[in-house]
């Protein structure tokens, strides 16, 4: 049977009849149906090119993105693996539809859409066949959004030809946009609006209805009116200029087509008048400032001042306690030392303030380039949290008395350490604003908003001003002549309060792993807490007293083994990227949830709003404090959601703990940059109205008050 096997093979491979492996070609969703393909006439041969394709039959309302999704979104993406000598190119997109809703629209793809992609084959390729593996992600939209990552596996004849999907190829050539001769372009910025203006375009193209499909996000509106005038025989065409716009591309490519057109025709053109890099950055901060009046000299004060208050209102957040207990016992301890007190709490200030500097200018930094990042992004990385998980459970342990961190440092270090306690007033300033950033308190979200839409100077001011304020509490304390005089004098009890704010060290591990299991599962989690058992044993052996030299050794080693051992075992389960996707995708496929809150997307609020259904969206992450408070005091109050339920307000949440470029977008756009942030979209109303981030059934129910209720017809409409 074995030889009867591999003769068909080869029967199959010199007739050119492609095979597919297990699980195949073919994958299919309840939205979609993809299909990998392949289009090689003159076969996979040396030097030869050939195309891949992916073939995505939408089912009805369904629909998947292109290279610029529009209002929101997300592209198609593909990753192939190939043998030696097969390269893959560049998707060559069709031209897009633009799908409105409500007041916003997206550029992507309904019915049946096959997205080619060249195959080029070296000189030195000699296989017999072509083995092709495709990694396919996508985002698949009705009224409510879902992320989808499909695999796929083909075998391919290399001296035969492949075409039996020839018509569908061919109906995406047709398909492409096209550069045609003659045609030339040239943009300008005039105010608010682009201009564009067209010469050689083929008689044909007369009247006054084009859509223009720009590939560069958020320059112009999607959503926008496209004015079509005729200036002797060019076409200007004029489309508002995107609201969230942070870019002044000198060249934009576009494609231009008509309503109903197959395919467009493709655009290269320059774009003079942008506005100086200054001038763009003051008028990016008054449109995207929260509160009036935050852009110029006066707003800067305002912006300052408020940060300074948020800073001072951070001490308040749970997540910062226990840090405050580390400063209660160093000033405790130096109680009678006015001289140390100060030095200490310049320390702490400088290490907070630097901190906080630090983490902005990173920020900005990152976003500047591109990467679509907000307040606290430190805590959406799983390998940050595991590892404050780690430093939270040493500080305990340590606190507890287990070991002293000098035993694990080189003796350098640990007379440097010994030399200048100063150091230790620093870092601690430093982990304070680590587990504290993600706090977003009152006053602070205004602030941080405009900071990130300002210059350079005027941002990092702010984040200064952040960070004095958190620190200022400690700072007076310290510099004030009497408040040592509060403190109890040092004795017995030092050692008793010393164990007893190991626990807060502990809770917040318990935090954080929850933050975890979030992010990458139970499984994920799970590896993480066998990591501190490990990590606990280990400073176990390293803090054992009344050993001797040998036995210490022995012992330490056997705990080095074992947190290697560990670690080895949970790094793969520790916050992957296929844990992530399979965490998803099986939250996904999960029944639905009794609750009334449901998944946010911009066509879900563009949808109800469409529909003149009051939506009210709770931005939130599992690693900020403050918004599992207010979801457990505030959002889950049945009460509420029954009130809420009467006035037919649409629930969506907007989950952030992991990395979300939309969700961060959104943000930015409603002048935020961290969570939480309650957003409520009252019946016509244009724009949302934000809550204080600490949030009471009260507000609420003051915010709602004059929304009108719903009646049970209604409500079934909806």
């Given at each position: 049977?074995?030889?009867?096997?591999?003769?068909?093979?080869?029967?199959?491979?010199?007739?050119?009849?492609?095979?597919?492996?297990?699980?195949?070609?073919?994958?299919?969703?309840?939205?979609?149906?993809?299909?990998?393909?392949?289009?090689?006439?003159?076969?996979?041969?040396?030097?030869?090119?050939?195309?891949?394709?992916?073939?995505?039959?939408?089912?009805?309302?369904?629909?998947?993105?292109?290279?610029?999704?529009?209002?929101?979104?997300?592209?198609?993406?593909?990753?192939?693996?190939?043998?030696?000598?097969?390269?893959?190119?560049?998707?060559?997109?069709?031209?897009?539809?633009?799908?409105?809703?409500?007041?916003?629209?997206?550029?992507?793809?309904?019915?049946?859409?096959?997205?080619?992609?060249?195959?080029?084959?070296?000189?030195?390729?000699?296989?017999?066949?072509?083995?092709?593996?495709?990694?396919?992600?996508?985002?698949?939209?009705?009224?409510?959004?879902?992320?989808?990552?499909?695999?796929?596996?083909?075998?391919?004849?290399?001296?035969?030809?492949?075409?039996?999907?020839?018509?569908?190829?061919?109906?995406?050539?047709?398909?492409?946009?096209?550069?045609?001769?003659?045609?030339?372009?040239?943009g300008a910025i005039d105010g608010e609006m682009l201009a564009v203006?067209?010469?050689?375009?083929?008689?044909?193209?007369?009247?006054?209805?084009?859509?223009?499909?720009?590939?560069?996000?958020?320059?112009?509106?999607?959503?926008?009116?496209?004015?079509?005038?005729?200036?002797?025989?060019?076409?200007?065409?004029?489309?508002?200029?995107?609201?969230?716009?942070?870019?002044?591309?000198?060249?934009?490519?576009?494609?231009?087509?008509?309503?109903?057109?197959?395919?467009?025709?493709?655009?290269?053109?320059?774009?003079?008048?942008?506005?100086?890099?200054?001038?763009?950055?003051?008028?990016?901060?008054?449109?995207?400032?929260?509160?009036?009046?935050?852009?110029?000299?006066?707003?800067?004060?305002?912006?300052?001042?408020?940060?300074?208050?948020?800073?001072?209102?951070?001490?308040?957040?749970?997540?910062?306690?226990?840090?405050?207990?580390?400063?209660?016992?160093?000033?405790?301890?130096?109680?009678?030392?006015?001289?140390?007190?100060?030095?200490?709490?310049?320390?702490?200030?400088?290490?907070?303030?630097?901190?906080?500097?630090?983490?902005?200018?990173?920020?900005?930094?990152?976003?500047?380039?591109?990467?679509?990042?907000?307040?606290?992004?430190?805590?959406?990385?799983?390998?940050?949290?595991?590892?404050?998980?780690?430093?939270?459970?040493?500080?305990?342990?340590?606190?507890?008395?287990?070991?002293?961190?000098?035993?694990?440092?080189?003796?350098?270090?640990?007379?440097?350490?010994?030399?200048?306690?100063?150091?230790?007033?620093?870092?601690?300033?430093?982990?304070?604003?680590?587990?504290?950033?993600?706090?977003?308190?009152?006053?602070?979200?205004?602030?941080?908003?405009?900071?990130?839409?300002?210059?350079?100077?005027?941002?990092?001011?702010?984040?200064?001003?952040?960070?004095?304020?958190?620190?200022?509490?400690?700072?007076?304390?310290?510099?004030?002549?009497?408040?040592?005089?509060?403190?109890?004098?040092?004795?017995?009890?030092?050692?008793?309060?010393?164990?007893?704010?190991?626990?807060?060290?502990?809770?917040?591990?318990?935090?954080?792993?929850?933050?975890?299991?979030?992010?990458?599962?139970?499984?994920?989690?799970?590896?993480?807490?066998?990591?501190?058992?490990?990590?606990?044993?280990?400073?176990?052996?390293?803090?054992?007293?009344?050993?001797?030299?040998?036995?210490?050794?022995?012992?330490?080693?056997?705990?080095?083994?074992?947190?290697?051992?560990?670690?080895?075992?949970?790094?793969?389960?520790?916050?992957?990227?296929?844990?992530?996707?399979?965490?998803?995708?099986?939250?996904?496929?999960?029944?639905?949830?009794?609750?009334?809150?449901?998944?946010?997307?911009?066509?879900?609020?563009?949808?109800?709003?469409?529909?003149?259904?009051?939506?009210?969206?709770?931005?939130?992450?599992?690693?900020?404090?403050?918004?599992?408070?207010?979801k457990r005091t505030t959002l889950n109050d049945a009460a509420l959601?029954?009130?809420?339920?009467?006035?037919?307000?649409?629930l969506l949440r907007a989950d952030w703990t992991n990395r979300d470029?939309?969700?961060?977008?959104?943000?930015?756009?409603?002048?935020?940059?961290?969570?939480?942030?309650?957003?409520?979209?009252?019946?016509?109303?244009?724009?949302?109205?934000?809550?204080?981030?600490?949030?009471?059934?009260?507000?609420?129910?003051?915010?709602?008050?004059?929304?009108?209720?719903?009646?049970?017809?209604?409500?079934?409409?909806?």
């Open positions: 049977m074995s030889t009867f096997r591999h003769l068909l093979l080869w029967l199959l491979l010199l007739v050119g009849v492609p095979v597919t492996a297990a699980p195949g070609a073919t994958v299919s969703t309840p939205q979609v149906r993809a299909q990998l393909v392949v289009h090689a006439p003159q076969g996979l041969g040396a030097g030869k090119t050939a195309w891949l394709g992916l073939v995505i039959r939408h089912e009805p309302d369904w629909h998947t993105y292109w290279k610029n999704s529009g209002d929101s979104g997300l592209p198609t993406q593909l990753t192939w693996q190939l043998p030696a000598g097969a390269t893959a190119g560049e998707i060559q997109w069709p031209t897009p539809k633009r799908m409105v809703v409500g007041s916003l629209a997206n550029y992507g793809y309904e019915g049946t859409v096959l997205l080619p992609v060249p195959l080029t084959m070296s000189e030195g390729f000699s296989g017999q066949a072509l083995r092709v593996k495709l990694q396919a992600d996508w985002l698949v939209c009705k009224q409510e959004c879902i992320p989808q990552t499909c695999e796929f596996e083909l075998i391919v004849p290399a001296n035969a030809a492949s075409t039996s999907d020839a018509a569908l190829f061919e109906r995406a050539f047709a398909a492409q946009p096209k550069a045609l001769a003659g045609v030339d372009a040239q203006t067209l010469r050689g375009l083929p008689s044909a193209w007369t009247g006054d209805a084009f859509e223009f499909f720009p590939e560069d996000p958020a320059v112009v509106e999607p959503a926008g009116t496209i004015s079509a005038s005729r200036r002797g025989h060019d076409l200007v065409l004029r489309m508002p200029l995107s609201a969230q716009r942070s870019e002044s591309p000198a060249v934009m490519k576009a494609v231009l087509a008509r309503p109903g057109d197959h395919a467009g025709i493709a655009l290269n053109f320059a774009v003079s008048g942008w506005p100086a890099p200054g001038e763009q950055a003051v008028a990016a901060s008054v449109a995207a400032s929260p509160e009036p009046g935050l852009a110029g000299g006066t707003g800067l004060l305002v912006a300052l001042a408020l940060a300074f208050g948020g800073g001072l209102l951070l001490n308040l957040m749970p997540c910062v306690f226990p840090i405050l207990s580390l400063k209660v016992l160093s000033f405790a301890r130096h109680a009678g030392d006015r001289k140390a007190l100060v030095a200490g709490g310049l320390a702490y200030t400088a290490g907070v303030v630097a901190s906080f500097v630090g983490l902005a200018g990173l920020l900005l930094v990152l976003r500047a380039g591109g990467e679509a990042l907000g307040w606290g992004f430190q805590l959406q990385s799983p390998l940050v949290v595991t590892v404050l998980a780690i430093l939270f459970t040493l500080i305990a342990l340590n606190l507890l008395g287990v070991f002293e961190f000098g035993s694990f440092m080189p003796s350098g270090i640990a007379t440097m350490r010994a030399r200048s306690p100063l150091l230790d007033h620093g870092l601690t300033g430093v982990l304070a604003v680590g587990v504290a950033s993600p706090c977003t308190a009152p006053f602070m979200g205004a602030a941080l908003g405009a900071a990130l839409t300002m210059p350079l100077p005027q941002a990092l001011a702010i984040f200064t001003s952040l960070g004095l304020g958190m620190a200022a509490p400690y700072l007076l304390a310290s510099a004030w002549p009497g408040f040592s005089d509060l403190l109890p004098r040092p004795g017995a009890w030092m050692g008793r309060f010393k164990v007893l704010m190991a626990f807060p060290m502990f809770a917040t591990v318990v935090w954080l792993v929850w933050v975890l299991a979030q992010q990458i599962g139970v499984d994920g989690a799970a590896a993480v807490l066998a990591l501190l058992v490990a990590i606990s044993f280990g400073a176990w052996t390293y803090g054992l007293s009344g050993v001797g030299p040998k036995s210490g050794r022995r012992y330490r080693l056997a705990g080095g083994l074992v947190v290697a051992t560990a670690l080895v075992w949970a790094w793969p389960l520790m916050g992957t990227k296929q844990d992530v996707v399979a965490a998803t995708t099986s939250t996904l496929k999960a029944p639905p949830s009794a609750s009334a809150w449901q998944t946010w997307s911009p066509q879900a609020v563009a949808n109800a709003r469409a529909a003149g259904q009051p939506v009210f969206v709770d931005f939130t992450a599992a690693w900020c404090v403050t918004c599992q408070v207010n959601q029954a009130e809420l339920a009467a006035k037919g307000v649409r470029p939309v969700i961060t977008q959104e943000l930015a756009r409603l002048g935020c940059s961290g969570v939480p942030v309650y957003a409520l979209y009252g019946p016509g109303a244009a724009q949302a109205d934000l809550l204080p981030e600490i949030l009471t059934i009260a507000k609420v129910r003051e915010a709602i008050a004059h929304w009108p209720a719903v009646s049970s017809t209604s409500k079934d409409s909806l």
